[in-house]
Structure formats: C-alpha cells, structure tokens
C-alpha cells in the first residue's frame, strides 16, 4: 500500500451558542466530509482562506481534536478514535510543525529541552545518546548545535521555527502537517524556512501536509495541491496542472487575486473579483457552498452538493468545471 | 514646482531603556496629488513610524523628530499639536492593519465614523448619521443604513476594513495613509480593498501612502516605491525601476526570494541569509552590510560608511543607497539577478 | 437577553437552595446542641426535651430542611395547636429562641444600618477612587502618579480595624468633631445619620478607594495603548474627548462589574467596620449569633447574604452585557 493517509468523510462540527433557553444549539460545521490520500514521501499542499477548515483539518489528523465522523487512517491503522495514551505510540511517525514560532515553544525550557522531549515522551533512547541526536538534529535545521542551553527568546522567529521543525524531526516522522510555517516570519526569512523544508523532506522521504492560505508560498513546495472552501475539498490537483488549469471556479478566483509582483504582469492574467465576504460556516448554503459568490450558479447548485469527481488528473467538486 | 506632500530628512529618535532607537534615519520623499507611494520593508524597518510622523501622531511621546514634512505647504513637524489636530482627519487621515483592534469595541460603526464627520464639521448627528451611511454605502457595504448601527465585531474582516477605509475619508482628506491595510485579510478580499482603494482615489484625487511588506499589493497599487532598511531608505523610484530593474542588494535578495506565481517552482528561493537588524543595534556603516553577498567587491566601505541616496546613473529619478559603482551594479544584475527575476 | 436573565435566576435560586442546605446541614453535624444553648444557665433535662420538640430538633434531617424550606415560602408556625404557639410569618428564615424574635425580623431591624454604610462609603470610594486613578494614569510617572500610588498602596496595607479605631481617637474623642458613630434612621434627622455614619464611611472608604485608584490606573494605561485610542487621536479628536468617551469608556467595564460583587458582598455585613463601630447592622448581628451560637440567627445571615452576593453576581453580569456589545447574546 502506497498512501501513508487516507482520510475518508473526515467531519468535524463544533457547538455554537444556543439561541433560546431549550431551542436547538448552533453547530459550526468547520470541516464537512473531505475525502483525500497522501502517499508515501508525497508533499501535498493545503490552501484557503480563512474558515475554510484547513486549519481544523491538520489537528484533525493529528488527532489534536476528535473527529465528529469520518475516518482517518494512518499508515494502514484507523486512528480515527483513538485515545491519547494509543495514540502516543503513533505521534512517532505523524508530527506538527506551528505557525506561531513564539507561542509553540514552551519558554521556560531550553532549546535543548524542546528538541529532546519527543524522546522523553516517547519513552526512546536514541543510539549516541539524546543529547548528541538534539544537536544533530540542531545541525540539520541549520542552527548551532551550540546553543543547546539556550531560551527560545534568545532566538528570531525564523531560528525559532528552525527549533520547532527539529522537534518536529526528532523522531523521524513519516508525515509532518506544517499548519502555515511561514506565515508569521519575515518575507526575507521566509524563503530560508522553505527552502529547509523542501530539503528535509527530499533528504528524509516524509510526506508533508503544507497547510497554508499563501498560494505562490505552496506552488514551492508541494506536489499535489488541494482547494479548500468552507469545509470542503473543492478541487484536488498536481501543482502544474492546478496553478496553469485549474477547474474550479474558486481555484480560478484565488489565483486571480494573488497580487502580482511583475507590474508589466498585473493586467495580463484574467480577473475575477469575488463579490461579497466568505458565508458562515454555521448556516452554509445549501448544495454547492461556493454558488453564492460564483458566477456561474445555476438552480442545480443550490440543490445538489457536488461530489469530488476525476476530471483529468485532477478532482473537482463542481457542476460546472472549466 | 512643489509637490502636495514632501519630507525633507526626516529623522525620528526613540529613547528606551536599551539605548537611543534610530527608528528612521534621514528620509526624504515626495509625492503628488492622485498618485500613491508604497513605502515597502519588513518589520523594524522604520515604515509604521514615518507614517505616524506624518499625521504628527509622536508629538507629546517621548519621541524626537527632526525635519521637515511639508503637506500642501504646511510643515507638520513644526506645528504645534492643537494645530496638527485640526487638521487630523480632515487634511489627512489612516487606516490600520487590524480594523477589530483599531476601532472602538463599544460604539457602533455608524457613531464612530459620524464622529470622525462631527470633529471638522458643524452638523447635527443626523446629518452626521446620513453621512455615515453614504460612506458606508460608497465603500461597498450592503445595507448601510442597517449596518450603520452594528459594532465592530459584528462585521466580517473585509467589511471592517471597508468600514474603517469610509471613516477614514468621510472628511475628503487630500492624504491617505494605509498602514499595511490588507495584510491581515484573506487574498481575494484583499483584491476587493485593493480595487476600492484604486477607485476612490480615482474620485476623490486622493494622495495615497501603502505601506506593506508584500511586493505584489505594491505593485497592483503604487505608482512610486521606497524600500526601507533598518530606518534608511535604500532604494526610491518607480514601480517598474525598483521591481523590474532594482538596483540594491537587499532589493535583489527580496525580488528572488519571495515566491511567485510564474517562474520554476523546483528551483530553490535564493535566500538572503542572516536576519533583519534590531535597530538598537544597528550594524556599522551599510545596515545591510552583514547580510550582503557583494561586500568583498566593494571593500572596507560597507562596514565603514553609510552610502548616500544616489541617482542610479547621471540625471536619474531612480535612487539608490549603496556602495557598489554603477559599472559593477549593472553588471551584477544583468548576470546574477535578471534571469532569477 | 430574556433568556440569559432567565436562565441565570435559575441557577442563582439553584445556587442558594445548595447555600442554604449546607449551611443546614453544618449546624446538623456541630457538636453544639441548639438546644441546651437557647436553655441557657439553668437547665434541666426536661426542659431541653421541651425544647428540642420546640425546635423541631428531633425530626430527621430533611424533615427539618424541608420545613424550613418550605417556611421560606409560605411560613411556619412552631408548637402549632398549643398555647405556646409562635408564628413565624413568611419569609421564614428561622426563628431566635435566645432574642426570642424570628430571624427575619431581626434582618429587617439590621438591614438599613448595614445598607447606609455600604451604599454611603461605596459612593465615597467610587469617587476618590477613580478620581485618583484616573489622575495617577493621565498623569503617569510623574511624582502625582507616584505620590497618590504610594498613598493608595498605604491606605491599603493599614487593617479596617486600626484605621477606625485611629479615626475615632481623633476626631471623636480627641477634637470632637463628629458623634459616636451609630445608627439613626436618616429619614428622622439625615443631619445626624450623616455624622454617626461618617466614621464608617470614611474607614471603608480608605481601604477601597485605594483599591479602586490601582484598578482604574491600570485600566485606564491599558486602554490608552490600545489601536482604537490610536485611531481616536488620527481622526482628530480632542484630548478630553478622547480620554473620557474612548478610554475611560473602555476602562469601566471591569470597574463597574468588580464594584458591583464589592457591594453585593457588602450588603450581606460590612463585619469589621460594625464591630469596631459597634454599628447594629447585619455584620455585628452575624458576630453576635456566631460568638452565642444563635444557630437560627446564624443559619438566616448567611443566607441573607448569599442571596445579595448572588443577586449582585446577575446584576453585575447584566450590566457588563449592557456595558459590552461583545458579550450580548445575540
């Protein structure tokens, strides 16, 4: 068996606020039915904006928080409902990288300290020793194996998502989720961070989840990339095919806003303005989700939601395809 | 001829408890009416801290701001700050990153933007009110005369800022300043706040300052651009001169670091190494010097001396602030960075 | 909002019934018999027997809990049918053997002392307390900020006791400038309640008011540094407008909701103010049953005051949705 994920109806709806003393509660329907399988050693892009459930779908997978239905299965094991202690095991192989390098890292402890705990947790002696293995793995991202004693507020934020990513490596993961690993950092660092991750995970054949709302940020590092819009998967396509044809009409609108840096380029791609602001993830609308702010609605989209169908090599959820 | 809004040398000076900050050292810049500058740097380069500078927002703190910020004439620096106030609002105005901290969570959006319409005109809060909606509705709200009484919170993000961009020109200011206005928004709102801004000007002949650190929005809106480093200005001129013919190292590395749309995705981003400068420690002579790939050309200057803001080549409107001569310049780009552009 | 407020009277009478079963069910299980202390000296067996079928004491637990709940609402009557007969009209919290009066009588009798105090000083608190600090932080760290800081920080490290006690020395006994405190009732002679309760006043207010000056200072600078305020000053706004409609504004809300559960829990017996001024409020009836074991008086005074602290929790929760757009339920 190739995949090394395979998620299937994953669905996650968390309660809202209750409108009357006995009336029904509302529920935030943040990640509703996504279907997709990574492979083995494949980086997989994650993109939309907020509320799209991108975010809520890496903790998902990581089992960070319980899926409401669906079924997750990692390396050929269904942790969909495990609980923490059966899971512990497993978090060997399926780590996460942060957004935030200045909240993910406990500053009471030393670098040293954060880079070893998956260790302790995991209950491993790496062979040489912890210590040697932390400052190997400093090594690796690029940092001073010197600074083994240090605080994380000693550090930039660029050099602190270097300490998360070595954590992250530390138990020789088979698949990292990295929910938006650049987002907080400096334009010019951001490239350093990317560039690292690239390379770590071609060096270290791990499969990647790249979740991120940045489209250029994902075209340099995914191979696959898949479209999210308020909780659904609306189109799922390798990167060439996505960012030269894509099929959906959203897919077609988020790269049209994607400002273009070239001032002889803006104007020479075709734009599309949405209109209007994301709807609520409480109250979607019915059928096809994106048809308020499409163009090319029709009747059928409010009535039938579309199933995410092979077109090509991609999948698309649409009734009208490009 | 004069221009609508000129600074001349402006310095701004911070002391902390680390030492003096030299927040912005020296800028001078210019800009017309209908026209927008993008003042572009990452964070700590000193951009937020010119603007404020401009609406005379660091009279009274602690700060000190030496030279002149010349606006239709008048020098703000110099003026006192019950004269600046006046004109606060009314002459030029700001808009913030994040709309939901910038505007009061406990009054409406409808009292907020009246009363920004109330401190320079002599009108009843009806009046006020109704100016309230048609800004609203002129930035694209639905419904503004419902809105019109909804808070802040109850407003999306791209709304808010919609709503934060009608406050702000509810007294026709001739200067705009956005202060990273779309950094915290979803991309294809953001195209939707870029398009209105580009409108308004368009009706209103507004002069516009965009601040950012995101080199696509500053090229989709500004006419002129000034990239800052560690409080200086290091490159000034066109859009299409610094983005497609930048002259500085730092713009170099920026230009082939970030990633794009076009160009090959299996190439590695050509990284600047090293990190951003605290400004308490600002590195000798060029800022930009430790992080430069082209020092050794040049020698001992880039850690000795600051270079000057220079024309690129004789008579040019393109400045540039570096110590490589235009020979050796002209041919870096044209062998190294053009063809990773 | 009408639900809200349903809802929370409902955990509020929730909340009470608990108060007051525990506080039943502690008197249970003390080794004190209520009996033989309402007895009092001279005691003999027979008439503690008598007694304690007085009492009701020798029914069952919830027998006794659930007359005396049930009391509450619609009243009781002790020794019904015979010529010893005692009413005890509702709301029936108990009845006093040792003062021989029903306990709520006796809350109603101590009552006004206590809410003259409480509602006096608030107001004297409230007004130095958020003058100074709202001064302090206009006026931050310069040597008026420190100079009220440092005095606030004194005023609140002096116990109640020893500042009425001081304050009495001097301006009763030594000058002579106002009367013993006491209690009047203020709708006889205003002048004279005024007096007898400007010592009270003042002792609480000392303690509060620098409390209330530290709060309303760190308010008021966290406010000042945020966005909005900047935003304020970019429009144009004044300085006086800006300070009173944005920042102070902003900076009450938690003032108000903290003033409030002060004088919820105020109500139910300003304790060491009373009992230093020997005051006939709800505080010194409280420390008199506790110091007699007046189990009856006792048992009514805490749940007194736990229904004010909890009517002054909604309240207060209330005000900060009115105060607060963000936290309406919509």
Redesign the interface.
Known sequence: MNSILKVEGLTKHFPGNKHSLFGKRDVVQAVDGISFEVAKGEAIGLVG??GCGKSTTGRLITRLLEPTAGTIEFDGKDITHLSNAQMRPIRADLQIIFQDPYASLNPRHTVGTIVASPFRIGGVEPEGGTKKRVQELLEIVGLNPEHYNRYPHEF?G??RQRIGIARALALRPKLIVADEPVSAL???????V??LL?DLQKQFDIAFIFIA?????V??FAQRVAVMYLGNIVEIAD?DTL?SNPKHPYTK??????????????GSRERI??????PNPINPPSGCRFRTRCWKAQDICASSAPALLHIGTSQVACHFPE | MSKFLEVNNLSISFPTEDGVVKAVDNMSFSLEKGKTLGIVG??GSGKSVTSLAI?G?HKGSTAEVSGQILIDGQDINAMAENQV??????LM??I?Q?AL???????TVGNQIA??YL??NKVSKSEAKKRAIEMLDRVGI?EPQKRVDD?P?QF????RQRA?IA?ALSCNPSLLIADEPTTAL???????I??LLRDLQKEFNTAIILIT?????V??TADDILLMYAGKAIEYGT??DV??KPQHPYGW???T??????GD?EK??????G??PSLISVPSGCAFHPRCSYVKQVGTACSSSIPDLLPVSAGAHHLVRCHLDTAAREEIFRSQVAPN? | MFNYLVRRILSGVVVLGIVSAIVFGIFYILPADPARLSCGKTCSEELILKIRHTLELDQTLPVQYGRYVKGIFVGRTYLKGTPAELKCSAPCLGYSFQTNQPVTQLLKDRLPATASIAFGASILWLLIGLSSGIISALRRGTWVDKLSQGVALGAASLQIYFVGLVLQFIFVNKLAWLPTPGYSSPLHYPLDWAKQMALPWITLAFLLSAIYSRLTRAGMIEIMG???V?????????NRTIKLK?VL??AITPIVTVFGLDLGGLLGGAVITEYVFNIPGLGKLSTDAVSNLDLPVITGTVIFSAFFIIVANILVDLLYAA????VRIQ
Request: hydrophobic fraction near 40%.
């Open positions: 904006e907020s930039s660029g050099q400096d334009v010019s660092i951001q490239a350093q990317i560039n690239k709302h940045d489209l250029a940020v075209r340099h990167r960012y609108a988020l790269l049209s806003a994607v400002p273009e840096v070239d001032p002889d380029a803006v303005r949405l209109t209007g602001d994301v | 990452e964070s609406l927002l106030r006046s004109l606060r609002g009314k105005s700001m913030f994040d901290a910038a505007l009061h969570p406990y009054y009363e920004a401190v320079h639905p808070y919170h999306s993000g791209g709304m934060m406050m979803d991309v294809t709102v953001q195209a939707q870029i398009d650190h995101d080199l696509g929005v090229s989709e859009v299409r983005l497609q590395g920026l230009l670091s970030i990633p794009r749309l076009t995705p590695s981003l050509a990284a600047i190494p990190t951003p552009l | 945020e966005d909005y900047r935003t304020a000053r970019a429009k144009g706004l004044g944005h504004r902003g105060l607060d757009p963000k």
